[in-house]
T-cell receptor, first 110, second 113 residues
C-alpha cells in the first residue's frame, strides 16, 4: 500500500467554482503534512502546510483528520491560474523523509 | 540567491553510458534529496542526505549512486544507464526540522535510448 493516496482526477471546473481534494496516508506516526503545487513541466512548490486545527490561506483551506488519517484541500472561487497538479505530501517518522502522493490534476476553465 | 540549481537541464544517453547530475544549493540547507518523476507514478525518492558526507537510500535507489562531499552540492550518478531510467529528475533541499519546506530545482530531463 502506498504511503499517500490521492484521487488523480482530473478535475475540470469553471472559474469561480469551489473544488476539494482529498488524500489519505497510511503511517499513523506521520508527523507533518503539506500541499504542494506543480505546474506543467515545472518543479513542485509548497502551497501550504496542514495543521491539526485546520488552516486557511486566502482562498485555500487545508484540514487534517489524524484519527481517519485524512487530509483535504479546499479551493474557493477558482481562478484560471489555479490550474495545476496538487500534491499531497506527508513527512514520515524517518528523519528527513517526505512521501508524495501521485497528485491531483486541476483545470479551471473560463 | 539562486536557490536550487541543477545541471544539465536535458540529456540524451545511450544504454550503458554513464553520467552525473549535479545539484547545488546556496541556502545552507542540511538536507538534500534526489527524486525521479514518471507519468502516473508521482515523485519517488532515490537517495537523500541529512548532512555533508552522509547519504541514505530512498524508495528506488537501484542503478544510482550519490555523493555529498560538500554541503552545497549533491551529485547523482548513473553508472550504466538503462531505458527504465528515462525520467525527470528533481533535486531538493531543506533545513533540518519537521515543518521545513523542501525547495526543488527546475529538474533534469533524461532520455535513455
Amino acid at each position: 500500500r502506498k504511503e499517500v493516496e490521492q484521487d488523480p482526477g482530473p478535475f475540470n471546473v469553471p472559474e469561480g467554482a469551489t473544488v476539494a481534494f482529498n488524500c489519505t496516508y497510511s503511517n499513523s506516526a506521520s508527523q507533518s503534512f503539506f500541499w504542494y503545487r506543480q505546474d506543467c513541466r515545472k518543479e513542485p512548490k509548497l502551497l501550504m502546510s496542514v495543521y491539526s486545527s485546520g488552516n486557511e490561506d486566502g482562498r485555500f483551506t487545508a484540514q487534517l483528520n489524524r484519527a481517519s488519517q485524512y487530509i483535504s484541500l479546499l479551493i474557493r472561487d477558482s481562478k484560471l491560474s489555479d490550474s495545476a497538479t496538487y500534491l499531497c505530501v506527508v513527512r514520515g517518522s524517518t528523519l528527513g523523509r517526505l512521501y508524495f502522493g501521485r497528485g491531483t490534476q486541476l483545470t479551471v476553465w473560463p | 540567491n539562486a536557490g536550487v540549481t541543477q545541471t544539465p537541464k536535458f540529456r540524451v544517453l545511450k544504454t550503458g553510458q554513464s553520467m552525473t547530475l549535479l545539484c547545488a544549493q546556496d541556502m545552507n540547507h542540511e538536507y538534500m534529496y534526489w527524486y525521479r518523476q514518471d507519468p502516473g507514478m508521482g515523485l519517488r525518492l532515490i537517495h537523500y542526505s541529512v548532512g555533508e558526507g552522509t547519504t541514505a537510500k530512498g524508495e528506488v535507489p537501484d542503478g544510482y549512486n550519490v555523493s555529498r562531499l560538500k554541503k552545497q552540492n549533491f551529485l547523482l550518478g548513473l553508472e550504466s544507464a538503462a531505458p527504465s531510467q528515462t525520467s525527470v529528475y528533481f533535486c531538493a533541499s531543506s533545513y533540518a526540522g519537521i515543518q521545513e519546506t523542501q525547495y526543488f530545482g527546475p529538474g533534469t530531463r533524461l532520455l535513455v535510448l
